[in-house]
């Protein structure tokens, strides 16, 4: 496992490279290019000159990438085009954010898609699943920008149930703990909207597994020998039926990722989705490739966990 592990990380390294230099291609292809951010009408040509010289963008493209992936090397991405202000404090203000949204939906999405996937598997073919497979259509069917504008209308504004956007009531002098249950009922809405789409999703593939491994020898033998419902599916059946799940959420971790940045734009969340919806309005170059790079190595680490996670749960999977 642990020559596994290393093979892996090497691998990763040019792979971070080679994604590193398409993002910086791409993102210098964005209609209206540098003129875009030094177009400014007080700006004389001078002026204007003296700006792309500071700002490195009279070099050659392949200059101004040796001269970023050096910098970017030693944690250095350099400085906002927008706000002048080093890109790795601005990620650090927003990434809390974004990470507290994400990590509350994925783990929300992920449990109840196990819950779904087995209450489905095991009332196979009754009106519980029928339902469920309803609803899952239907959450597989609404785009995250889209639910979270109905459950803003219906929630926020028609029924004043819940607060429609931000992350805490501003201007009120509130005790710690109203203010947490404030923070709390803000977050409520945005985690709905975009864990629903992977709960439906996931708790599919979860159903399909869980009917696949009930039906395998070991389930009627230990069936046979009086093992009671509840440790046969959840001791027995869910280890092994969990295992291509794991290889499904892996896959989505991108899908999940770029359903935060919608969400953060719906629901005015100060993360990274905010900040990059802003940063791609403003063509600030610098901030936009850092939050691509830190996308790309979470996506490679995610599914590098996942491996390691088949060799924990079944101890029959060895890596040579």
């Given amino acids: 496992m642990g020559r596994y592990i290393i093979r892996r990380i090497l691998q990763a390294i040019p792979l971070l490279f080679l994604l590193s230099l398409a993002m910086f291609g791409l993102i210098h292809l964005l209609p209206g290019g540098a003129d875009a951010v030094l177009f400014n009408p007080r700006l004389t040509a001078a002026a ?7 700002m490195g963008l009279d070099d050659p493209f392949y200059i101004q990438y040796v001269k970023w ?7 250095n991405f350099g400085y906002s085009f927008n706000t002048n202000e080093p890109v790795s404090t601005i990620l650090a203000r ?3 954010a974004t990470l507290e949204l994400f990590g509350i939906a994925f783990f929300v999405a992920l449990a109840l898609a196990l819950l779904i996937g087995v209450i489905s598997a095991v009332r196979q073919r009754t009106i519980t ?19 979270g504008l109905f459950l803003q209308d219906i929630f926020g504004v028609t029924l004043h149930w819940l607060p429609p956007s931000g992350t805490g009531s501003y201007g009120l002098s509130l005790s710690p703990l109203a203010s947490l ?6 977050l409520i ?3 709905i909207a975009l864990s629903v789409l992977f709960i439906a999703g996931w708790s599919r593939y979860m159903r399909s597994s869980m009917i696949e491994v009930v039906k395998q020898d070991y389930m009627r033998t230990a069936r046979a020998k009086g093992v009671s419902p509840v440790q046969l599916y959840m001791r027995h059946a869910l280890r092994n039926a969990v295992i291509p799940l794991i290889t499904i959420v892996a896959l989505n971790f991108g899908e999940v ?8 734009g719906v629901f005015a969340w100060p993360g990274m989705g905010l900040l990059f919806i802003s940063s791609l309005n403003a063509r600030d170059y610098p901030v936009l490739i850092a939050m691509l790079m830190l996308s790309a190595f979470f996506v490679i680490a995610f599914n590098l966990v996942a491996d390691i996670l088949y060799a924990v749960i079944d101890p029959r999977i060895r890596y040579s």
């Avoid at 204007?48 to 500071?54: C, E, G, M, Q, S």
């Avoid at 339902?131 to 959450?139: H, M």
């Avoid at 249950?181 to 803000?186: A, F, G, K, T, Y």
Wanted: net charge positive; charged share 15%.
């Fill in 69 to 75: 992936i050096s910098a970017a090397l030693t944690g």
């Fill in 257 to 264: 990722a770029g359903g935060a940045t919608i969400t953060e």
């Fill in 48 to 54: 204007r000159a003296a700006l792309r010289v500071r």
């Fill in 181 to 186: 249950l404030d923070h709390l009922r803000h």
């Fill in 189 to 191: 809405l945005p985690v």
């Fill in 94 to 96: 927003r990434f809390p």
């Fill in 129 to 147: 699943d029928y339902s469920l497979t309803i609803l899952a259509y239907v959450g597989i069917s609404l785009p995250a920008f889209l639910l």
